[in-house]
């Protein structure tokens, strides 16, 4: 049974998001409703930490697909650091890495925003 964690820290204007376990159809709503919670209280910058992530399905990356639209309407925007090889040939596939910023790690993602 699929299950999703999160840990949340604030790095001056960027919001770290820590993901851990599984994103499907069961668990993808679960972060639409934190991602939907964050940008009501001011989050522009999102940062997505998945090191923690085992799995993402097509539900998750149409969550995530959402989300990166409506923050770039609202010259906000999502980017993703620590990809397991799994996660980032899911994403690779459905062309979400060529919508986002991708980074190897927090440090690089938290500078090159």
């Given at each position: ?58 539900a ?17 925007e ?22 986002v ?13």
């Open positions: 049974m699929a299950n999703i964690n999160f840990k949340e820290k604030s790095h001056g204007d960027k919001f770290v998001i820590q993901v851990s376990g599984e994103i499907d159809a069961k668990t993808a709503p679960e972060l639409k409703v934190k991602l939907e919670l964050s940008i009501e209280n001011g989050a522009t910058k999102i940062v997505l930490d998945f090191s923690d992530l085992t799995y993402i399905s097509s998750g990356i149409g969550v995530l697909n959402s989300i990166q639209k409506y923050l770039k309407d609202k010259s906000g999502v980017v993703l650091v620590n990809l397991s090889k799994e996660v980032k040939d899911t994403m690779d596939l459905m062309y979400f890495t060529k919508k910023k991708v980074f190897p790690n927090l440090d690089g993602a938290l500078a090159g925003f």
